[in-house]
Nanobody, 123 residues
Framework: QVQVVESGGGFVQPGGSLKLSCVASESIFSLYGMGWYRQAPGKQRELVAA????????YYADSVKGRFTISRDTAKHTVYLQMNSLVPEDTAVYYC????????????????WGQGTRVTVSS
């Protein structure tokens, strides 16, 4: 049962910006920290950014620190990912979901994923 819907992806030139949105079900949003993940062509899914339930604890992968910002709007059950200074290596399908902590769950164990939103960074 899919409980998230991602949007906001698109095509952007290097150095550009995009803002992704993810609307989650109340059951998942109110109980769990949320994360943004991505899967680039030929690679495994990875965690990009995460935010705790109350928003006080935030994680970023080293590859996006200083460029991406995760936030959440409790009233809208929505998680955002503001992506700035995009580079071709950011090209991937981006997914949001509850915060997962093991590589196994992120890459294959956890099955309840949305369709994601595709981001393409190219000149």
């Amino acid at each position: 049962q899919v409980q998230v819907v991602e949007s906001g992806g698109g095509f952007v030139q290097p150095g550009g910006s995009l803002k992704l949105s993810c609307v989650a079900s109340e059951s998942i949003f109110s109980l769990y920290g949320m994360g943004w993940y991505r899967q680039a062509p030929g690679k495994q899914r990875e965690l990009v950014a995460a935010i705790s339930v109350a928003g006080g604890s935030i994680y970023y992968a080293d590859s996006v620190k200083g460029r991406f910002t995760i936030s959440r709007d409790t009233a809208k059950h929505t998680v955002y990912l503001q992506m700035n200074s995009l580079v071709p290596e950011d090209t991937a399908v981006y997914y949001c979901n509850r915060r997962l902590y093991s590589d196994y769950d992120i890459t294959q164990g956890y099955k309840d994923w949305g369709q994601g939103t595709r981001v393409t960074v190219s000149s």
